[in-house]
């Protein structure tokens, strides 16, 4: 979402590429046109899930603004779909629902958040621009909700170890404490001021340890700090 000016002077920031899907014309296009007019780049909007699908892969938007509740293929699939076909995209679910298994669902598909659609057009603005660089956001007491899920998963047995598989790479201290606050639930920009770097540096400490372990995610994750017990320490 950064570029550089022609003649060199340094990096300019491009507007947020955003993909609004929700199969309710009138909001849909309201949604766009709020979000057109306050300086993103609306590159597609679609109405049921397999176009979504289609045209994800066609705009590459930097965020995919998500209803759930969809004809033709429904919002969770539409999600690990767009995600598995490009693991950059981030996908904030806007819904009506606030049931407690359609977050965890969604969370579980890929999206990196969750806000109802009683957001105010600010909240929204907010969440995609957070959205962007990859920060967890989730309308007032459903954060709690997503991590109470992930200490209930790291729970569970593990699947046993390949023994044909190598060891996990060392993590460096910083991407271990960086990883540590994650799993306490923190958002990259309070990991960022708690250790006083910047919020590029948290992105790429988390991007370092993705790849380093062959996770896919924040829920995976979350999920492989807590059964190691850094959420406690």
């Not at 909240?123 to 991590?147: I, K, M």
Request: a negative charge.
């Amino acid at each position: 979402m950064t570029r550089t000016t022609q003649d060199g002077r340094g990096p300019v920031k491009d507007p947020i590429r955003v993909m609004v899907v929700d199969d309710h014309p009138m909001w849909r296009d309201a949604v766009a046109r709020d979000l057109a007019e306050s300086g993103f780049d609306v590159v597609a909007t679609a109405g049921d899930g397999d176009q979504a699908v289609r045209r994800a892969k066609a705009a590459a938007p930097d965020v995919l603004v998500l209803d759930l509740n969809l004809p033709a293929k429904p919002g969770v699939q539409v999600c690990k779909e767009v995600v598995a076909a490009d693991p950059a995209l981030r996908v904030l679910v806007l819904s009506a629902s606030g049931e407690h298994a359609d977050v965890l669902e969604a969370v579980k598909s890929g999206a990196t958040g969750y806000l109802l659609k009683s957001a105010s057009t600010e909240e929204l603005q907010d969440a995609v621009r957070r959205t962007a660089v990859g920060d967890p956001v989730f309308t007032p007491g459903l954060a709690g909700l997503v991590l109470g899920e992930y200490r209930r998963l790291a729970s569970e047995p593990a699947p046993a170890p390949d023994t044909g598989e190598p060891k996990a790479p060392r993590l460096t201290d910083r991407e271990t404490e960086v990883l540590r606050l994650v799993a306490k639930g923190l958002s990259y920009k309070q990991i960022a001021e708690r250790l006083v770097i910047s919020h590029r540096t948290v992105q790429n400490h988390v991007q370092n340890t993705l790849g380093k372990l062959q996770l896919h995610n924040r829920v995976e994750l979350v999920r492989y700090a807590i059964e190691r017990g850094l959420d406690d320490e």
